[in-house]
């Protein structure tokens, strides 16, 4: 299985929900990422995840709060989003390194989050 | 500021025309470099990847790439390109194994 998957596909939420997001991974790969991506911009690094810890914030808002229950699953709970915040949210994975570094990544589709 | 730079943002090109997108980077270290295609709905594909050895890498679906460290570049070719190449390509490095950096896109067209 080479395949990240993210559900759900799309989701439109207001101002006060609470939602969230989730991936999945089975290539036994121990570092997952999430990024933002933008109508034709590149997607924008917000967290990573080595080993189950958190190893990299990029200065993320706390209205999104990511949780990594184990190797597999990734999770980024939205709370009281903006309608700024509505993008392609993708999440990625790939081999880690005790280090915490970087390898190459593989990516899921993403969900498309939409914020009234 | 450190980056990775894509100049041509949008490219159009009729069907068996040559390909080269450009991909700088500006910094030293250890790289790793990386280009990801994004086709219309659908999520990122790695096309292809340059961690050592030959700089001359080549990838899925006819795709090439070389890294030039003189040049600090790392430009994507293909010889002849088709209709289903139509997406957008993003160049990607990884420095020093701890941070990771996209370039902004290049949109490519290609016309029937």
């Known amino acids: 299985d080479t395949e990240v998957t993210q559900t759900p596909k799309h989701l439109v939420m207001g101002m006060t929900n609470k939602k969230s997001l989730k991936c999945e991974q089975h290539m036994g790969h121990r570092a997952m990422y999430w990024y933002k991506q933008k109508a034709k911009k590149p997607p924008e690094l917000m967290f990573v995840?080595?080993?189950?810890?958190?190893?990299i914030n990029e200065s993320v808002p706390s209205r999104f709060s990511p949780e990594c229950p184990n190797s597999s699953l990734l999770n980024l709970h939205l709370h009281a989003l903006q309608p700024e915040d509505s993008a392609l949210y993708l999440c990625?994975?790939?081999?880690?390194?005790?280090?915490?570094?970087?390898?190459?990544?593989?990516f899921g589709p993403g969900t498309r989050l939409t914020v009234l | 500021a450190q980056s990775v730079s894509q100049h041509n943002h949008h490219v159009i090109l009729s069907e068996a025309a040559s390909l080269e997108l450009g991909c700088n980077y500006s910094?030293?270290?250890?790289?790793?470099l990386f280009w990801y295609v994004q086709y219309p709905g659908q999520h990122l594909q790695l096309l292809l990847k340059?961690?050592?050895?030959?700089?001359l890498v080549k990838g899925i679906k006819g795709f090439e790439a070389e890294f030039i460290k003189s040049k600090f570049s790392f430009n994507l070719r293909k010889p002849s390109v088709q209709w289903s190449d139509t997406a957008e390509y993003f160049c990607a490095v990884i420095r020093n194994f701890n941070k990771f950096y996209f370039g902004s896109g290049t949109k490519l067209n290609v016309k029937p």
């Open positions: 995840y080595s080993y189950e810890k958190l190893s």
């Open positions: 910094y030293g270290g250890t790289v790793n």
């Open positions: 340059y961690f050592s050895g030959d700089p």
């Open positions: 990625a994975s790939s081999q880690g390194s005790s280090a915490g570094g970087f390898n190459e990544q593989f």
